[in-house]
């Protein structure tokens, strides 16, 4: 199949980009590679029409620095993928592989196959995720997974013994390879929900993993907030070291108790607790 790549970069770098690459995707774009100013997004190029793209991202225009769209004839994409994907080390305990690396001599090995999807591990808010949940303990605990992604941080929390696990994906084709994912790892404890916050309502977790964008995080936090007990960890992630004052006062007129920060390069992660 022919792809056709829609390369886009951003006047400055900021969160609401993400809005866009959001957008592109309701319109059929499959796949992004991130770029230093923005990304590309991949879409088979039967598809593909430059006047709808235009149009749908008219609103973000005075974000917009330039755009350029590209011609990919067909070659085997998933070869082509794996010759690029590498191992992901998060620390010591944890590593982060597809099915056609070696086997990894670590206590925490994840197993997955993107298929050109999101969250393959390398994005720094999955790793930045991953480092702060690896110090939580969540064995016997209930655990949610907000826009896992290709389930990452839910695989990582059954392999830490966790009780439960909702996985929240908005995404259906993402949330379908987090399924088959899922099963690349043998889970069983694991739960996947097609939606959003409001698919989580009337439900509590003892640790709620967050990594979405900072406009949605703020948009549902009524609904991360009151699935939350007495004790409760809330760990989110998918915003800048200059939205972490933003998140944290989300968080306290919500009566929780910040509890720490850590970024990595730009992006940021934050973890706080009901009291």
């Given at each position: 199949?022919?792809?056709?790549?829609?390369?886009?970069?951003?006047?400055?770098?900021?969160?609401?980009?993400?809005?866009?690459?959001?957008?592109?995707?309701?319109?059929?774009?499959?796949?992004?590679?991130?770029?230093?100013?923005?990304?590309?997004?991949?879409?088979?190029s039967d598809l593909f029409s430059s006047e709808v793209t235009l149009s749908k991202i008219s609103h973000y225009k005075n974000l917009i620095d330039k755009n350029e769209v590209i011609n990919h004839p067909y070659q085997n994409w998933n070869k082509?993928?794996?010759?690029?994907?590498?191992?992901?080390?998060?620390?010591?305990?944890?590593?982060?592989?597809?099915?056609?690396?070696?086997?990894?001599?670590?206590?925490?090995?994840?197993?997955?196959?993107?298929?050109?999807?999101?969250?393959?591990?390398?994005?720094?808010t999955t790793q930045l995720m991953a480092s702060v949940l690896l110090s939580q303990e969540i064995k016997n605990k209930r655990v949610l997974d907000m826009g896992t992604g290709t389930g990452v941080l839910a695989i990582l929390a059954e392999l830490m013994n966790a009780k439960t696990i909702d996985a929240v994906e908005i995404d259906e084709k993402v949330y379908e390879n987090a399924i088959l994912n899922s099963q690349l790892n043998n889970c069983s404890a694991i739960s996947f929900i097609h939606g959003t916050g409001k698919n989580i309502q009337n439900k509590e977790y003892d640790?709620?993993?967050?990594?979405?964008?900072?406009?949605?995080?703020?948009?549902?936090?009524?609904?991360?907030?009151s699935s939350m007990v007495k004790?409760?960890?809330?760990?989110?992630?998918?915003?800048?070291?200059?939205?972490?004052s933003t998140i944290e006062e989300k968080g306290s007129s919500c009566g929780l108790k910040f509890l720490s920060s850590k970024s990595y390069d730009e992006w940021a992660v934050v973890a706080m607790q009901k009291t």
């Open positions: 199949m022919d792809y056709t790549e829609f390369k886009i970069s951003f006047k400055k770098i900021a969160p609401i980009n993400d809005v866009v690459k959001s957008v592109l995707n309701e319109i059929g774009f499959e796949s992004f590679v991130d770029a230093d100013n923005g990304y590309s997004g991949f879409i088979p082509k993928w794996e010759s690029s994907f590498k191992p992901i080390k998060i620390n010591e305990k944890c590593i982060i592989r597809s099915s056609f690396h070696k086997q990894e001599n670590v206590q925490y090995e994840i197993i997955i196959n993107p298929e050109m999807s999101f969250g393959t591990g390398h994005h720094e640790v709620l993993l967050v990594n979405i964008n900072r406009n949605s995080i703020i948009e549902e936090f009524k609904y991360y907030n004790n409760s960890i809330i760990i989110l992630s998918g915003f800048y070291k200059s939205d972490v």
